[in-house]
């Protein structure tokens, strides 16, 4: 009895300190949305204990987590993200990265969603060494929106096409 209580204990303060971990590498898993009577949607991100801005989102309905970089001129995909959201390889091509030049493919990405902020037809490169299941969410898709950072936070907003 004594030790299944010890188990129980432990396996509970196990859940507890890996939820405050993952909430540590990403504050916006569930990001905060809001939309104005003027139609503009907007989220609100908080860095990580980084200093990046990490979020969860949809990409063509797979759950995702992307790392916002404006340094990124595309969305970048690691291949295996990219089978589940059943992307095309399209023309290969290589791309200058921090870790050197890489081998990747263009694609396009039929719905990117990020709080209540949603994407239509956005050019990203399928990048095949890329390791891990976090998308570098680059210009191509941040373009089409307005942020600003004001301290930890940052504010992003899709005005409505009219």
């Known amino acids: 009895m004594l030790i299944a209580s010890i188990a129980l204990g432990l396996a509970a303060l196990t859940y507890f300190f890996d939820s405050l971990l993952a909430r540590q590498s990403n504050p916006n898993q569930r990001p905060e949305s809001m939309q104005t009577a003027s139609g503009i949607r907007e ?39 990219a089978q589940l959201a059943r992307l095309p390889l399209g023309v290969k091509s290589s791309a200058a990265t921090a870790n050197g030049t890489v081998a990747v493919y263009s694609t396009r990405v039929d719905k990117l969603e990020l709080g209540n902020i949603v994407l239509h037809n956005i050019n990203a490169s399928i990048t095949p060494t890329m390791d891990g299941d976090t998308i ?3 210009m191509s898709a941040l373009r089409q929106i307005e942020f600003t950072q004001q301290g930890a936070r940052l504010t992003l907003r899709q005005v409505p096409e009219y």
Do not use: K, M, R, W
Request: charged share 5%.
């Open 43 to 81: 989220v609100v991100l908080e860095q990580n204990h980084q200093g990046h801005y990490v979020a969860n989102g949809l990409l063509n309905s797979v759950p995702v987590t992307f790392l916002l970089d404006t340094g990124a001129t595309d969305v970048a995909i690691p291949a295996g993200i």
């Open 136 to 138: 570098l969410l680059g």
